[in-house]
C-alpha cells in the first residue's frame, strides 16, 4: 500500500451541488496533484500543491478548486457540478525536489446525477 | 498530435509469451518516463521508471528513445495476474506535473 488515502470511497451528488474530496499524503511526501478519470481513459491533471499553494493546473474551470494543508493533505472542492464531472477522483503524492514519482491513493468515485 | 500516445489495444496475449508496448511522446523537454499498471476500477501503481539506459525489473524491461520520443515495455514470461491497463507516463518539461496516456489494455488468455 501507499499510504496515501482519500474520503469518501464513493460519492452520489445531484446536478449544481457542490462537494469536497479528501486526500492525506504519503508521510514524507510535500506534494499532492488531483486527477480525474473517467471511464477508459488516462488520468486528466486537473491541478497540484505545494507548500499550501497552487503549482500547476491543468486545463480545468475554476469551479475545481483546492487547498493543501501544514501537514500537506489536500482537499478538491467542485462547485456546480455537471453531469460530466462524474468521473473517479485520484489523489497522488509525491516529493517535490525528489524524483516526479508519484504515489496514488484509491480514489473517490463520483457519480453526478 | 496527442501529448502521450499509447495503442489501446486490446492486446490478448497466452499465457507465456512475451508483449510490448510503445508509448510516444511530444515534449522533447522530458525528463522522467514511467510505466503504470492499473487494474480495472483501482488507482494506477507505479510499475517502473524509464531510465536512458533501459532498465530491468524481473520479467519486465523498459526501454527510453529519446530521438524518436518514444519508450517501450517489454513483459516476458507473462502471467495471468498481468492482465491490466498499462499507463505511460510523462513529466511535462521541467516541472513535477506528468502527462499521462490514455493506457494499452493487456488480457493474458490461460
Known amino acids: 500500500e501507499t499510504g496515501v488515502t482519500q474520503s469518501p470511497t464513493h460519492l452520489i451528488k445531484t446536478r449544481g451541488q457542490q462537494v469536497t474530496l479528501r486526500c492525506s499524503s504519503q508521510?514524507?511526501?510535500?506534494?499532492v496533484s488531483w486527477y480525474q478519470q473517467a471511464l477508459g481513459q488516462g488520468p486528466q491533471f486537473i491541478f497540484q500543491?505545494?507548500?499550501?499553494?497552487?503549482?500547476g493546473r491543468g486545463n480545468f474551470p475554476p469551479r475545481f478548486s483546492g487547498l493543501q494543508f501544514p501537514n500537506y493533505s489536500s482537499e478538491l472542492n467542485v462547485n456546480a457540478l455537471e453531469l460530466d464531472d462524474s468521473a473517479l477522483y485520484l489523489c497522488?503524492?509525491?516529493?517535490?525536489?525528489?524524483?516526479?514519482?508519484?504515489?496514488f491513493g484509491p480514489g473517490t468515485r463520483l457519480t453526478v446525477t | 498530435r496527442k501529448e502521450v500516445e499509447q495503442d489501446p489495444g486490446p492486446f490478448n496475449v497466452p499465457e507465456g509469451a512475451t508483449v510490448a508496448f510503445n508509448c510516444t511522446y511530444s515534449?522533447?523537454?522530458?525528463?522522467?518516463f514511467f510505466w503504470y499498471r492499473q487494474d480495472c476500477r483501482k488507482e494506477p501503481k507505479l510499475l517502473m521508471s524509464?531510465?536512458?539506459?533501459?532498465n530491468e525489473d524481473g520479467r519486465f524491461t523498459a526501454q527510453l528513445n529519446r530521438a524518436s520520443q518514444y519508450i517501450s515495455l517489454l513483459i516476458r514470461d507473462s502471467k495471468l495476474s498481468d492482465s491490466a491497463t498499462y499507463l505511460c507516463?510523462?513529466?511535462?518539461?521541467?516541472?513535477?506535473?506528468?502527462?499521462w496516456g490514455a493506457g494499452t489494455k493487456l488480457i493474458i488468455k490461460p
Open positions: 497522488a503524492s509525491s516529493v517535490t525536489g525528489g524524483s516526479y514519482e508519484q504515489y
Open positions: 500543491y505545494y507548500r499550501e499553494e497552487e503549482n
Open positions: 515534449n522533447s523537454a522530458s525528463q522522467s
Open positions: 524509464v531510465y536512458s539506459s533501459g
Open positions: 508521510s514524507g511526501h510535500n506534494t
Open positions: 507516463v510523462v513529466n511535462w518539461g521541467s516541472n513535477y506535473q506528468l502527462i
